[in-house]
């Protein structure tokens, strides 16, 4: 009894760094997952209907649309929580909830915080991150807009394949540069920050060592 308590103490301990790891990750994603919809719950607004993130997403989308040379508008959805997005006069996408990005940032926000190095390191890779998947997901629903716009017949592979694959392709990139970074050797990463020739090494050394 004593030995097979002491193989699974030497077993946890062994695997300890994933334990933490799998454990902080999950804990994270849960309890922003948890605040989220506290936050969905109890936004209540007519004028950044349904919700003040979707609202925005919506009118930043409408904006690039309108930087591309195309006459956009946005309308309630009411009594659906959604924002209809036309093009000429055309309605071309429906701006829900789930198009904000939130549940994305907040699994990548999560990632992060199970990766938790220094502060200004983790902070840094970490505001940056928000910000590039944010802007990605603007980005795609106004060229997923306009793609339907011009090519109707392909709404629904636009819709469900390819763009949705610009968003999580935003993800698995920065995912891959952490895991990358995390499993290099110390003595290279710091080899690699005398270059300055990638920002992300720095980060690294500071985050990881």
């Known amino acids: ?52 993130l979707t609202h925005l997403v919506a009118l930043q989308s409408e904006a690039v649309v309108d930087a591309l040379g195309y006459d956009s508008w946005l309308r ?12 000429e006069d055309k309605f071309v996408a429906r701006i829900i909830e789930g198009c904000n990005a939130a549940s994305i940032i907040i699994l990548f926000v999560s990632f992060m915080l199970a990766f938790f190095g220094k502060v200004r390191s983790t902070l840094l890779f970490t505001f940056s991150g928000v ?13 997923m807009a306009v793609g339907i716009y011009e090519y109707p017949d392909q709404a629904h592979f636009l819709h469900t394949i390819a763009f949705p694959l610009v968003i999580y392709g935003a993800v698995f990139p920065l995912s891959l540069i952490l895991f990358v ?11 690699l920050s005398r270059l300055y020739f990638f920002p992300v090494w720095w980060l690294g050394v500071d985050l990881f060592c």
């Open 131 to 143: 910000v590039i998947i944010y802007v990605t997901n603007i980005l795609r629903i106004a060229f």
């Open 1 to 52: 009894m004593e030995k097979s308590s002491l193989e699974l103490f030497r077993l946890v301990q062994k695997y300890a760094p994933v334990i933490r790891f799998i454990f902080t990750f999950l804990v994270s994603y849960l309890l922003l997952a948890f605040l989220y919809s506290l936050y969905l719950q109890n936004f209540h607004s007519a004028t950044w209907y349904p919700d003040y």
């Open 76 to 87: 309630l959805g009411y009594p659906e929580a959604t924002m209809h997005l036309l093009i």
């Open 181 to 191: 970074i995390s499993s290099t050797p110390i003595w290279i990463r710091k080899q």
